[in-house]
């Protein structure tokens, strides 16, 4: 059960939850406009075992950030994006992996240190760093120069990557795009 | 062989076209290609990354070329074992002895290999291409050319600086049908033309969504994901349902939008009207793993001169088809069917005669069969060294701009204004965002 105290928001976590997919599908299709107060629930939904609600939770929480991304909608963004900072403290690993890209579209500056954390988990520091890279933030620079620094050496030539897309001139970490790897055992003809 | 009124030629086109330098902001034409040329017997060495659906196509073309003493197949590649060892078999019957490769980062680093095809699924276009550019080879690549406009980007930028050949897989600017539509509405045979308009059946659903699931055996789903963000493996990307995801083939706008639009801005000889505002509808599906819309309604306005574009699924059916265009002009209307190549063009352009004064249309006219046509074209390109085959990566890019950003209208719920010029959204900093997606490493462009 996910439960807010905003009766219209628990109301749309109810319809979604509704096992009539007309119900359940305008419902996840109209989460747009509810916006910040709707980002914690939906969150809670991409975390349940049933993965079509969870996907559903996820495309609901998509378009809230969509709605929130208009040029006029300050406001409205100011206040998703703080939801979306807490979500990233606290959420399981699915919900934090969809939270940082989210970020990564409307996040202003004081997303980064947030998304940045993540840079140290093994299972998200990829998409992290991924986010960053498209954060226009110079804030994100420095938080992937700073990450340089500290992380595991199978992780800086991403790291180094990032920073080279971002304008960054570094020495060593080579790119390995053009290193193959993988072999087949398909025969010659 | 169509007698022109005119003899044209590739060189002639090319020297007084809109498409040399100053047009477009296009590289001079004139540039000789410093890398691969066909070697001494004049057979270029090529390679296929990715084997599937249109990669088998290719590979068969490909063996009528070789058994024609113009290339010689080296490799194939793909991320599936499964298509792999098909792809060997239909060589060897071919009469081509080939060596198989999982990754094609061992088919880039053979100096021997010329030139290679691309048919992977649309989110690697862009790196594979750009690979393929930095090691030197010409590319024909899959439409669409790109999923984001920054990729499309890239790839233009790569083939420029390392002097290559890249064909956009859009075959129909090679192909009669589309060649008789366009010489026939370029001289005006339903007037001026202020609208086109295109209708399309719907995208599919998935209706049986699964539990995520080991892959198959055989394939490589590190590799298959490629560039993508990291997710378990799940049976409904399988078999070529990447074509419904909008991270990947970006559902039937980008799909067989990427020739439809092709088609339609050579007709309109629009290449150079890179601005323009697009608005987009869609009803979304309500489950599964796909996500591109069911119906799409877009609209693109461009300037200078004025026309529209109207994408839609369904759309407004006028012809007999599965999908096709409509050119309304001042004086009645033309439909083509499909997308210029795989059906005949309209009665009434095939017979449609150039008045006084009027502008023929060049296109390379080698082979009867469309898809060998557009590889020649490609060829010949590489060979004369100009190095602009017809769907140039520059065209191919700006057509699948014209798709990536009617998705992104769609998935933003809001018109946007598109900036050719600077290559941006204006006034919307989220949608500029979403111009790329950073790739997985190692995947990177």
């Given amino acids: 059960m996910y439960f807010s105290n905003d009766p219209s928001i628990q109301g749309l976590i109810e319809r979604i939850q509704n096992p009539d997919e007309a119900v359940s599908g305008a419902a996840w299709q109209s989460a747009g406009p509810y916006g910040a107060a709707a980002v914690q629930p939906l969150a809670a939904l991409m975390a349940d075992a049933d993965f079509e609600l969870a996907r559903k939770g996820k495309r609901a929480l998509y378009l809230v950030v969509r709605h929130a991304g208009h040029p006029a909608a300050t406001k409205e963004r100011r206040a998703v994006e703080r939801e ?101 055992t398909v025969a010659p003809g | 062989m169509t007698r022109f009124t005119s003899p044209i030629t590739r060189r002639t086109f090319l020297k007084h076209s809109a498409l040399v330098a100053g047009a477009l902001n296009l590289a001079p034409a004139c540039v000789l290609s410093q890398n691969a040329q066909p070697g001494a017997n004049g057979r270029f060495v090529v390679a296929h990354i990715g084997v599937g659906g249109m990669g088998m196509t290719h590979l068969t073309n490909m063996l009528r070329f070789q058994k024609e003493g113009k290339v010689r197949i080296a490799a194939v590649c793909d991320a599936d074992d499964n298509r792999l060892q098909a792809a060997v078999e239909n060589a060897k019957t071919g009469g081509a002895s080939v060596i198989p490769y999982r990754d094609y980062r061992y088919v880039l680093e053979r100096k021997d290999i ?48 390392h002097k290559v050949a890249v064909q956009v897989g859009a075959q129909a600017r090679t192909a009669k049908g589309a060649w008789y539509t ?172 150039l008045p006084p004064g009027g502008q023929e249309v060049y296109r390379t006219d080698e082979y009867e069969d469309f898809n060998m046509n557009h590889k020649a074209d490609w060829f010949k390109s590489i060979r004369e060294g100009h190095l602009r085959p017809a769907v140039d990566i520059e065209i191919g890019h700006r057509t699948a701009t014209l798709c990536n950003l009617g998705n992104l209208s769609y998935l933003l719920g809001r018109k946007l204004v598109w900036d050719g010029t600077k290559q941006k959204v204006v006034g919307d900093d989220e949608a500029n965002r979403l111009l790329s997606r950073p790739q997985r490493y190692p995947y990177v462009l």
Avoid at chain 2, 119 to 131: E, F, I, L, S
Wanted: overall charge neutral; charged content about 20%; aromatic content about 8%.
């Fill in chain 2, 182 to 353: 366009c010489r026939a509405i370029r001289n005006g045979i339903v007037g001026k033309v202020k609208r086109v308009s295109c209708w399309h059946y719907a995208n599919p659903v998935d209706d049986k969504p699964v539990l995520d699931s080991p892959p198959p055996e055989g394939l490589d789903w590190d590799l298959w994901l490629g560039p993508l963000p990291w997710r378990p493996h799940n049976q409904r990307y399988q078999p070529a349902n990447f074509r419904w995801l909008m991270e990947s083939g970006g559902g039937q706008i980008r799909d067989r939008g990427a020739h439809q639009f092709s088609t339609i801005l050579w007709c309109m000889n629009a290449d150079h009207q890179t601005s323009f505002t697009i608005e987009s509808k869609g009803r979304a599906p309500t489950k599964g793993l796909w996500d591109c819309p069911i119906d799409m309604q877009v609209v693109y306005q461009f300037k200078n001169p004025d026309w529209t574009l109207e994408w839609g699924q369904p759309g407004g059916k006028v012809g007999q088809t599965e999908f096709g265009n409509v050119f309304w002009g001042d004086n009645g209307h033309l439909i083509l069917e499909w997308e210029g190549g795989y059906r005949p063009a309209n009665p009434e352009a095939v017979n449609f005669k």
């Fill in chain 1, 84 to 184: 979306l900072i807490a979500v990233l403290g606290s959420s399981p690993t699915q919900v934090r992996r969809e939270v940082v890209w989210m970020l990564s579209e409307i996040g202003s500056a004081r997303a980064v240190g947030p998304m940045a954390a993540l840079l140290t988990d093994q299972a998200l520091r990829e998409d992290a760093r991924c986010a960053l890279t498209r954060h226009p933030a110079p804030g994100a620079v420095k938080a992937l120069k700073s990450a340089l620094t500290t992380a595991p050496e199978d992780f800086k030539p991403a790291l180094a990557e990032s920073l080279r897309v971002r304008g960054v001139e570094l020495e060593g970490y080579p790119s390995r795009k053009l290193v193959p790897t993988a072999q087949t």
């Fill in chain 2, 114 to 161: 010329d030139a290679v095809l691309i048919a992977t699924p649309d989110h690697w276009h862009a790196v594979q291409t750009v690979h393929a550019c930095e090691t030197g080879k010409h590319v024909y690549v899959e439409k669409p050319a790109s999923v984001t406009v920054r990729d499309g980007q890239a790839m233009v930028s790569a083939a420029r600086a």
